[in-house]
């Protein structure tokens, strides 16, 4: 029955923020990240759907403007429009913004493939009093529009119906072929003549779109045809005809070209656009008066940022509580009904101990998550972004460095990695990638709140963190600053961003988003944090200490003798002179290197090895406790420890998407584990050894 | 005509040519439909230099260096 499925590749483009991911996961069922600022999708995306007897492979692309691409995300959607050539395009237009989302309709349909439109967000639109007339649209120009509303899941349906009667060619809708008037199109006429010489170029891509790009210069376009035997022909009339046209008209050949788009654009929305009812007030204006104001816009960004830390550490306390008595009840538990053994050292100090350590933290990265996508889809991001950029750029990054920073901070340092995408400037980009690992991101939460949690008092805890962010962005904007004056010098890119209009998010949309990452956390735990775990606990139970060693010490004494005789306990040993004068003994060593599979499995690792040292099952008292008695431990050590967790090597994960970002390159790769761990021991150092000095202990 | 950084705000503009801009940046202009004629209006003008304005009924904001090259033309109400 499968074999027998008819395939259709298509692809979903459209504006950056007019509701792609949104529609693609109504197609397909799947759940990618959507929110209300653009970029949020970097990378192409793929799923399916089965409607009858059809299979339709969708892909969901990165938002772009136009076929100029510039940067990365752009060039991955323009390239696969171009190179994949899918059977059919879906054109998500945002329906409150025609006129600007048309122009991009106007390039893909003189590609020669089939466009269907999407008219996005119709509801925004009749909240601005107007309508659009997908009736007239098909009859006066061929253009099939079919109305959605994808954060409602509307107009779904419709839509995968007419993606099968435009495949099956049951609905005649027509290329759409711009007037640029008989000056240009007789230079357009001229290019395309000779394209038609070389049957290579005109069997794999559209003559018009050839000959319109060339016109223009675009260096993508002219990269194409390299290898073509009228290239030189090709190359020499292109430029002729920009520089003619672009003389007759006094203008540049883009401006010329978009002009007559644009003209084109305007007498379709004169005919298609209509106002039924007087528009309803945008509250956006009014807002941007205030949170972008000259002087209020810094102090509210800080209050918004302070407002999620305390919202996150104030209201998840009693949570994280509960969380971590049902694990210290179940550790007892576990181990009353287990027979002593090292099965029972295997499930109680093993899995609970060390995976329970990490478990124990999921109410605070729920309500975390919960407080960063209420911010999200309000819009308030792209205000973020534009706020920083002045202020990102006296450290050599640019404004979108900051979403790179927060998504980082938001959840996981790989989508903040990957988000780097669509900075334009390469060195820009590689500054945001050198820095964006320093930030605190979900995996380092727990080790942070398990150390404050350890050290500091309830009411503390809240401010100390917050600390903990501004030091890490400290971190990041100094080492960007010094990467910008010496290795990777260069003008900064320019800012132009669109803003999205506010909106108030709905609690649903939230409480998925928060669920979704959260869920990634459960996961990690399931899998990679509880392999690590187990590892740990092998290396710390193996080889047995025996003999003359245990005989006559109490329990608590043969605990300790067996992790030092340990082969993790061998490494702890051999590491701790490189460890010692930054003020950590072979544990933490363990715990650091470690946490370079995920950062979580410091916490997890650390719970194994405090388990490993208890006896009593009945008093299994949590991971934070047991801390707070370990005298080879202080405030001071805390605090240094905590340091260099933010700035040393990012996990495996992420060092792979660095090193994929990055351009593949070796010497990127080295640098990065060189600078982050000589840097978080000089840094952990000062600390320490400054603290010592000014009497904070030892 | 002044650039767009020396506009008044919340007065109705024509947007009349480019500066000193390269192409990429120009290009993500004219994309975002800013061509010659276009009307756009002016929302805030940070002492910075960095601007916000309506452009096909879209919020764009800009940093200085562009804002301070793009030259507008005040239309009396």
């Not at chain 1, 046209?245 to 003209?263: C, G, H, L, N, Q």
């Not at chain 1, 503390?460 to 990467?483: E, T």
């Not at chain 1, 800012?495 to 409480?511: A, D, N, T, V």
């Not at chain 1, 003994?585 to 290197?593: M, P, V």
Request: glycine share 8%; net charge positive.
């Amino acid at each position: 029955m499968k074999n027998n499925l008819k395939e259709i590749k298509i692809c979903l483009a459209g504006n950056p923020n007019c509701g792609k991911s949104s529609l693609f996961n109504n197609l397909t069922g799947l759940r990618q990240h959507v929110g209300n600022y653009p970029g949020v999708t970097v990378e192409k995306k793929e799923g399916s759907l089965v409607k009858g007897s059809y299979k339709i492979n969708i892909v969901d692309l990165p938002g772009i403007y136009s076929l100029s691409a510039s940067s990365e995300d752009e060039i991955v959607a323009r390239n696969f429009i171009i190179d994949e050539k899918p059977d059919l395009i879906i054109d998500v237009v945002d329906a409150s913004n025609f006129e600007r989302n048309l122009y991009l309709y106007t390039q893909l349909s003189e590609l020669g493939i089939k466009v269907i439109i999407a008219l996005n967000m119709v509801d925004v639109l009749k909240n601005k009093g107007q309508e659009i007339d997908c009736g007239l649209l098909m009859k006066n120009y061929g253009i099939l529009a079919v109305p959605t509303i994808a954060n409602k899941n509307k107009g779904t349906e419709d839509l995968v119906k007419s993606v099968i009667d435009v495949y099956e060619n049951k609905k005649d809708i027509k290329s759409t072929r711009i007037d640029y008037g008989n000056f240009i199109s007789d230079h357009i006429l001229k290019i395309e003549n000779i394209i038609y010489k070389d049957i290579l170029l005109t069997a794999k891509y559209s003559v018009r779109y050839l000959a319109v790009s060339l016109i223009k210069h675009d260096k993508f376009v002219i990269q194409k045809i390299e290898k073509s035997k009228v290239y030189e022909e090709l190359k020499k009339q292109s430029f002729e005809s920009g520089n003619i046209i672009s003389d007759k008209f006094s203008d540049s050949v883009d401006s010329v070209f978009a002009d007559r788009i644009y003209t084109w654009i305007h007498s379709v929305a004169a005919v298609a656009v209509k106002t039924v009812a007087k528009s309803k007030y945008d509250i956006s204006d009014a807002i941007d008066k205030i949170v972008l104001n000259r002087i209020f816009a810094l102090p509210i960004f800080a209050l918004v940022m302070y407002t999620i830390f305390k919202f996150t550490f104030t209201v998840s306390e009693p949570f994280v509580g509960w969380f971590e008595s049902g694990i210290e009840f179940l550790s007892g538990y576990a181990g009353k009904v287990i027979p002593e053994g090292v099965f029972q050292s295997f499930i109680v100090d093993g899995i609970i101990g060390g995976v329970g350590g990490v478990l124990g933290f999921f109410p605070l990265i729920l309500f975390m998550f919960f407080a960063i996508a209420f911010f999200e889809d309000t819009g308030y991001m792209a205000r973020a972004v534009f706020i920083m950029d002045k202020f990102m750029r006296k450290f050599g990054l640019h404004g979108k460095s900051f979403a790179s920073m927060i998504i980082s901070t938001n959840g996981c340092a790989v989508p903040g990695l990957m988000a780097a995408r669509t900075i334009e400037s390469e060195k820009d980009r590689l500054i945001t990638l050198m820095v964006t690992p320093f930030m605190i991101c979900g995996a380092k939460l727990p080790i942070f709140a398990l150390f404050i949690g350890a050290f500091f008092s309830a009411k503390d805890g809240a401010n100390v963190m917050f600390i903990m962010y501004v030091l890490s962005v400290v971190f990041a904007l100094g080492a960007a600053w010094i990467l910008k004056k010496t290795i990777l010098k260069g003008k900064p890119a320019y800012f132009i961003m669109e803003l999205p209009p506010y909106r108030m998010p709905s609690l649903k949309g939230i409480l998925l988003k928060m669920w979704e990452r959260g869920f990634l956390y459960l996961k990690k735990a399931g899998t990679i944090i509880l392999l690590v775990t187990i590892l740990i606990w092998a290396g710390l139970s193996f080889p047995k200490a025996g003999g003359e060693q245990v005989e006559n010490v109490s329990e608590e004494q043969a605990a300790s003798i067996q992790v030092e005789q340990s082969y993790i306990g061998k490494l702890g040993n051999l590491i701790e002179p490189i460890i010692k004068p930054i003020g950590f003994d072979g544990k933490a060593g363990i715990a650091l290197i470690s946490g370079l599979a995920a950062k979580e499995v410091v916490v997890s690792t650390l719970g194994t090895i405090y388990s490993l040292g208890e006896v009593d099952p009945e008093d299994a008292s949590s991971l934070s406790e047991k801390l707070q008695q370990d005298p080879d431990w202080s405030k001071l050590k805390a605090v240094t420890f905590l340091v260099f967790c933010l700035i040393y090597l990012p996990c495996v994960v992420a060092v792979a998407v660095f090193f994929r970002e990055s351009g593949s390159k070796i010497k990127w790769l080295l640098f990065l584990a060189f600078w982050t761990t000589v840097a978080a021991w000089i840094f952990s150092f000062i600390v320490y050894q400054g603290g010592r000095l000014f009497g904070f202990g030892g | 005509m002044s650039p767009l950084t020396k506009a008044k705000k919340d007065t109705l503009l024509v947007f009349s040519s480019f500066g000193n801009i390269v192409d990429r940046e120009k290009q993500k202009l004219i994309d975002l439909g800013l061509i010659p004629g276009e009307c756009i209006k002016l929302l805030q003008c940070a002492r910075n230099g960095y601007v916000t304005f309506i452009l096909k009924g879209s919020r764009i904001a800009l940093d200085c260096n562009i804002a301070g090259e793009i030259i507008v033309n005040e239309v009396s109400k």
